[in-house]
């Protein structure tokens, strides 16, 4: 087959798409398309399609900086908590270390019963 026979037959698949509305979307089903959006077309209710999405934009972007000033407080209060020790966690450094001297004690204990010097 050559190049015009391809080109002749792209033409007709087309020809026949846009006869039965294939390219329009849903089969040519009562779609009509929606012309460029004007200058008319471009008012909604006194106001224009801009300024409508403008004023979206604006509503999103400070309910967003809303959330993001609270992450900050709630990051700032975990850093004072994680900062400052309280009461349990010194009582359990120092049980902590009693544990450590315990562990030492005993093995110094086991020693010394090994070799005889326990009286």
């Known amino acids: 087959m050559n190049w015009k026979g391809v080109v002749i037959g792209l033409m007709v698949v087309l020809f026949a798409?846009?006869?039965?509305?294939?390219l329009e979307g849903h089969g040519g089903e009562g779609v009509s398309a929606t012309p460029y959006p004007g200058p008319e077309n471009l008012s909604t209710g006194g106001k224009s399609v801009c300024d409508s999405?403008?004023?979206?934009?604006?509503?999103?972007?400070?309910?967003?900086?809303r959330e993001i000033r609270q992450l900050k407080r709630e990051i700032l209060m975990l850093r004072q908590e994680?900062?400052?020790?309280?009461?349990?966690?010194?009582?359990?450094?120092?049980?902590?270390?009693?544990?450590?001297?315990?562990?030492?004690?005993?093995?110094?204990?086991?020693?010394?019963?090994?070799?005889?010097?326990?009286?």
């Open 17 to 22: 798409a846009t006869g039965c509305g294939a």
């Open 53 to 65: 999405i403008s004023d979206e934009l604006h509503k999103q972007n400070e309910a967003l900086h």
């Open 82 to 119: 994680v900062s400052s020790p309280d009461v349990r966690d010194i009582i359990g450094g120092i049980g902590f270390v009693f544990g450590l001297c315990g562990v030492g004690f005993y093995f110094h204990a086991r020693a010394m019963l090994k070799k005889g010097r326990v009286e």
